[in-house]
């Protein structure tokens, strides 16, 4: 059609994650585990590095 | 048989749901629950304490694979709610230890909770992603200027400077295009938010990105909103910036910062 691209169902990863790992809710208090304290860049740096490996290998 | 926690995929208000979605969860032996308290239903579903601890935890986020399929079992839950309602969704692994401990957060954060839940109300987030895709880059200039000719250091160094102003040219060109979609996309939202732009490595396209934003849409809007985007980015294309849309999503970057949100 035009030039914009609708991904729809089929998202990036890296969009998921960005969505997943720095938006949606914390809340503090009761919660027992969650994923806010995780190291963010440690966590993107694999999924580029998980991106390379897979460009680097084809299926 | 170990123990287990509740892994919340997100929240609803009461009544917008008849029954969970049927899907697999995180845990696929498990299935996707509704817990609800006061005018808040929490989507949860049952995984091993053993697993979703903090140590275990720790370790499977180093396991990509298992951090795509879990983040993937999150959306897929999230967006079959979508038609329904706007759930306030939870961030990645959150898990409560047991029913008490949701219930509690549940009604100590009742008030503010059900007010974000009413403020989404009717609205869904979308991102556009606008790439800078550059012409054909010129030949460089050959050290001389036409064969036969002495070579000339000073048109060398011409040609090379009028190049550097082009790209500088080029550059300032994208980033008013990126300027003017922003500005007009954020009309037709009614909140907007810049990310940083992701590298070409995660996002996976060997052209840079120039603009990552995202966009809370009311639902009436949306066509209005997706066929806007598409124009822009037809008439984007000459001007060597390609669009990417993805969504619809549930609303991760507009929660109010006072249940905890980002905004």
Redesign the interface.
């Known amino acids: 059609?035009?030039?914009?691209?609708?991904?729809?169902r089929d998202?990036?990863?890296?969009?998921?994650?960005?969505?997943?790992?720095?938006?949606?809710?914390?809340?503090?208090?009761?919660?027992?585990?969650?994923?806010?304290d995780?190291d963010l860049v440690a966590?993107?740096l694999?999924?580029?590095v998980?991106?390379?490996d897979r460009l680097a290998a084809p299926k | 048989m170990s123990e287990t926690?509740l892994y919340v995929y997100?929240?609803v208000p009461r009544g917008a749901l008849e029954r969970a979605p049927d899907l697999p969860g995180v845990d696929s032996a498990r299935p996707v629950e509704l817990r609800c308290e006061g005018g808040i239903c929490a989507i949860v579903s049952r995984v091993d304490l053993d697993r979703?601890?903090?140590e275990p935890?720790?370790e499977r986020?180093?396991d990509?694979d298992w951090?795509?399929r879990t983040?993937?079992r999150?959306?897929e839950v999230l967006d079959a709610v979508l038609a329904a309602c706007t759930p306030?969704?939870?961030?990645?692994?959150?898990?409560?230890?047991d029913d008490a401990?949701?219930r509690?957060?549940l009604d100590?954060?009742q008030e503010g909770l059900l007010a974000a839940l009413t403020e989404l109300s009717g609205t869904l987030e979308w991102?556009v992603q606008a790439f800078h895709v550059p012409e054909t880059p010129a030949a460089p200039p050959r050290p001389g200027g036409q064969p036969g000719e002495t070579a000339s250091g000073t048109a060398y160094l011409q040609t090379r400077l009028r190049q550097r102003h082009a790209a500088e040219h080029a550059e300032a060109e994208i980033a008013r295009a990126c300027e003017e979609l922003h500005d007009a996309l954020s009309g037709l939202a009614l909140a907007a938010r810049l990310?940083a732009p992701?590298?070409p490595?995660?996002?996976?396209r060997d052209t840079p990105m120039v603009l990552n934003a995202v966009y809370l849409v009311a639902n009436a809007d949306r066509a209005r909103f997706?066929q806007r985007?598409?124009?822009l980015?037809?008439a984007?294309?000459p001007r060597g910036?390609?669009?990417?849309?993805?969504?619809p999503?549930a609303p991760?970057?507009f929660?109010p910062a006072a249940?905890?949100?980002?905004r």
């Open positions: 059609m035009s030039a914009v691209t609708v991904a729809d998202v990036a990863l890296i969009d998921l994650l960005d969505r997943l790992l720095q938006g949606g809710v914390v809340i503090q208090g009761q919660i027992t585990l969650c994923a806010a995780i966590l993107d694999r999924v580029v998980s991106a390379i | 926690g997100g929240l979703f601890d903090e935890l720790r986020l180093a990509m951090v795509e983040a993937r999150h959306q306030i969704p939870m961030r990645l692994c959150t898990v409560y230890q401990g949701l509690r957060m100590e954060h991102g990310g992701q590298r490595e995660a996002s996976g997706t985007t598409a124009q980015g037809s984007l294309a910036v390609a669009l990417r849309l993805t969504g999503w991760y970057s929660v249940v905890g949100g980002a």
